[in-house]
Nanobody
Framework: QVRLVESGGGLVQPGGSLRLSCAAS????????MGWYRQAPGKQRDLVAM???????????DYADSVKGRFTISRDSAKNTVYLQMNTLRPEDTAVYYC?????????WGQGTQVTVSS
């Protein structure tokens, strides 16, 4: 079994920054894919950023168009942790952010962390 624990959400003013962390524990194997989704009230859950396995064997980031240039995803494979640095936050970034891991064909989700961007 795999457990994902997110941290780092909160309330921030427009233009501010937050850093989310997601630590994976349990039966973790190499080559899994980790990333972040978000879900605003009344909307579907959408991809924010993902660290995908590259053809060269490492990981390459993939971002939603709405966060390109503002958000940065990174991964510490030794710690089974993925991070999301969010800069220049906007009110429309307000959502519950979910950590996501795919191992083999099995998806796992964290419990979510609230990010609220408001003045």
């Amino acid at each position: 079994q795999v457990r994902l624990v997110e941290s780092g959400g909160g309330l921030v003013q427009p233009g501010g920054s937050l850093r989310l962390s997601c630590a994976a524990s349990g039966s973790i194997f190499s080559g899994n894919v980790m990333g972040w989704y978000r879900q605003a009230p009344g909307k579907q859950r959408d991809l924010v950023a993902m660290m995908r396995v590259s053809a060269q064997g490492g990981y390459s980031p993939d971002y939603a168009d709405s966060v390109k240039g503002r958000f940065t995803i990174s991964r510490d494979s030794a710690k089974n942790t993925v991070y999301l640095q969010m800069n220049t936050l906007r009110p429309e970034d307000t959502a519950v952010y979910y950590c996501h891991l795919i191992q083999g064909l099995t998806p796992y989700w964290g419990q979510g962390t609230q990010v609220t961007v408001s003045s």
